[in-house]
């Protein structure tokens, strides 16, 4: 037998990247895309596949801000990447990779991490499509706060050259070690100047407090026979009707085929006694998201949140064709599994209860544990400095990411020092800032 061809090294990786400057220049990363637009059209066609009765909250919550707006639009800037240059060098991406999207939470040793949280668009996608969105957001929610444009460009700009400088150090290691790479938040934070751990401090405390435990505690009451029931909190928490309630009962025993073998032990440990129909984010808000209560045989409760997952619209609406492999897992396993493979794939750490389930009357679903220990970091109550760390924060999370990616050397040598690509990326963030805010009032005027 002969044996099996190696695979080209690192150097040989990033000369293909350097190679690929001559078709797609760095430059030509700044150009918006000038086809046909209609963003209110792409909205609507969302609405059309939500639940009608919480369209309007998704209308309201989306018209509160311009950031809000964009956080609910990554459908749209996805239809308006794939009409602009790409550089076609496709890494496992987020899909929706804003500064609002990345926080804490716990990993399964019970220790807090700083990572990528939101996966329901995920995706393979060219690399530089993340970093447009994650440098779009730092513009727009500087803009939010009138922050000076010195202040805002210097941390976009930072962001660029963070990204290209860890994604360089990262692929420079054995892939088991890119692996194994986590962001322990003391010591992302620990070595900045006081302001800065003093933030970072506080937003860490607050996710601490963030426990299933806690939030059933507050969600929830008992019964005189002791069982525990959800408390109703319309419009953002509603019991369901008995029908759909078997529906989703029944997915939940589903779920756990999906998840390994330690966990299917847990989850006998329990009993499903209630479940809510919960409203959850911006851009979701209409999906279908349901709190399941379990309990144990001596009271205590373990909450679970079953997501609904549609497609991605990095296909959907950017056109990217997926790998082989992954169009054929998508087909096995849906579109939850389609969320939960990107986000073991992009998260160092993964919460252990992560699971899906195949359709139910149609609908894909995403399982995971509800407020273990996740929480953010509101970018407008940050001062200057802070938010220039927290912006390279996330773009040194970004790159770990999408160092898991094969072709990441490529990428490494397409961007070189970060330069050139971060004044293109920078030229396109502001004219897609400006773009995304015409559409916002354009919405606004709509919906009203």
Known sequence: MSPTPLLPD?????AEGRDRRRDVPRSRLSRLGDGRRDPIGIIQAQNATRMPDLVPLRVERMA????????GTA??????????????????????????????????????VF???DFDEGAWAPWEWDVKRLVTSIVISGQAVNRNQRVVEEAALSAVRTYARHLAATTATSPTVRYYL????????????AETRRTMRKAMREAKHRTGERAARRLTERDEDGRLRFVDAPPTMTHVDEVVEENILEAIRRYTESVHVDIRLLMRHYVMTDIVRRV?????????CALVLLQDGDGNALLLQAKEAGRSVLIEHGGIEQPAEVTAYIEEHGE???????????QALSDPMLGHLRAVRGIDFYVRQFRDMKGGVDTELLEDVPFRHYADACSAVLARAHAQAVVAPAVVGYIGNGRVVGEAILEWAYAYAELSRRDYELFVDTAI
């Open 182 to 193: 986590h962001f322990d938040p003391k010591t992302v934070f620990g070595e900045l100047d």
């Open 280 to 288: 959850v984010g911006v851009g979701s808000v209409g999906t279908q």
């Open 64 to 71: 509160a801000s311009p950031f809000a707006f964009y956080r």
């Open 10 to 14: 690192h150097g040989v990786r990033e």
């Open 75 to 112: 459908a749209i800037m996805a239809a308006d990447l794939a009409a602009g240059p790409s550089t076609g060098i496709l890494v496992p991406s987020c899909g929706d990779a804003h500064v609002a999207n990345f926080g804490f939470y716990a990993s399964p040793q019970r220790t807090l």
């Open 115 to 117: 990572d990528l949280n």
């Open 336 to 346: 939850g599994g389609r969320v939960v493979a990107l986000q073991r794939i992009l």
